[in-house]
C-alpha cells in the first residue's frame, strides 16, 4: 500500500496569504494524485485531480503540481473560506489511499 | 443534478454487521459507465477508501477491510449497498458514499455522510 505524508500538519496564515501544502507518496504515483478541501460536518470536496487538474467550479487560485512522489496544493491568496482541512489522494496504485491532512487555520 | 444519499443504522452492536445503502439520484448506475464507492473517516481522523463497484457487479475492495465487506448493486432501485462484518468499536466513523470520475479514480461527487456508532 503506498502511503502518502502530508506535513506540514497545520499551517497557519492570515487571509490574503500563499498556502503550500504538501504531499509525498512512498513510491511513484505518476500524476494519479488529487487533492480535496474539507470543512467540519462536510463531505470533502475534489479540488484538484491528474495532480494539476482543476476540478469543475473550482477558483483559479487553487493550483497543484508535481509528479511521482512529491506534489504541491498552492492556494494564491488565502479567501476566508479557504479555512479547512486538505487531503491528498493516490489512484496510481489500489488500495485508493489518502493522507493523513493538512488543517489551514487562520492566524 | 446527480445526488447521493447514505441511509442506515446509526448504531450497530460489536460483532453485528453494518449495512449501508447509497441511493443514487440524477443519474442511473447501469449507463453511468462509473464505479461506485464506499469511503470511511473515523472522528478526528483521516480517509479511508473501503472499495467500489461497477454496475455490472464487479468489485475491488481495500486489503484491510476484504475479509469482512461486501459491496453489492441493485441497478433496479439506482442504488448500491455496503455490508461491513463483525464490526468493533474501530469501525466507529462518518461512512460516505462517492463517485470517482470515469476515467480515473479521484472521487468528485460524494454523499453527506452517514456516522455509524459501534456500541452494545
Known amino acids: 500500500e503506498i502511503v502518502l505524508t502530508q506535513f506540514p500538519g497545520t499551517l497557519s496564515l492570515s487571509p490574503g496569504e500563499r498556502a503550500t501544502l504538501s504531499c509525498r507518496a512512498s513510491q511513484s504515483v505518476s500524476s494519479n494524485l488529487a487533492w480535496y478541501q474539507q470543512k467540519p460536518g462536510q463531505a470533502p470536496r475534489l479540488l484538484i485531480y491528474?495532480?494539476?487538474s482543476r476540478a469543475t467550479g473550482i477558483p483559479d487560485r487553487f493550483s497543484g503540481s508535481g509528479s511521482g512522489t512529491d506534489f504541491t496544493l498552492t492556494i494564491s491568496r488565502l479567501a476566508p473560506e479557504d479555512f479547512a482541512v486538505y487531503y491528498c489522494?493516490?489512484?496510481?496504485?489500489?488500495?485508493?489511499?489518502f493522507g493523513q491532512g493538512t488543517k489551514v487555520e487562520i492566524k | 443534478q446527480l445526488q447521493l444519499q447514505e441511509s442506515g443504522p446509526g448504531l450497530v452492536k460489536p460483532s453485528e454487521t453494518l449495512s449501508l445503502t447509497c441511493s443514487v439520484s440524477g443519474a442511473s448506475i447501469s449507463n453511468s459507465g462509473h464505479y461506485w464507492g464506499w469511503i470511511r473517516q473515523p472522528p478526528g481522523k483521516g480517509l479511508e477508501w473501503i472499495g467500489s463497484?461497477?454496475?455490472?457487479?464487479?468489485?475491488y475492495y481495500n486489503p484491510s477491510l476484504k475479509s469482512r465487506v461486501t459491496i453489492s448493486v441493485d441497478t433496479s432501485k439506482n442504488e448500491f449497498s455496503l455490508n461491513l462484518r463483525s464490526v468493533t468499536a474501530t469501525d466507529t466513523a462518518v461512512y460516505y458514499c462517492?463517485?470517482?470520475?470515469?476515467?480515473?479514480?479521484?472521487?468528485?461527487?460524494w454523499g453527506q455522510g452517514t456516522m455509524v456508532t459501534v456500541s452494545s
Open positions: 489522494q493516490q489512484y496510481g496504485s489500489s488500495p485508493w489511499t
Open positions: 462517492a463517485r470517482p470520475r470515469r476515467w480515473d479514480n479521484a472521487f468528485d461527487i
Open positions: 463497484i461497477y454496475y455490472s457487479g464487479t468489485t
Open positions: 491528474g495532480a494539476s
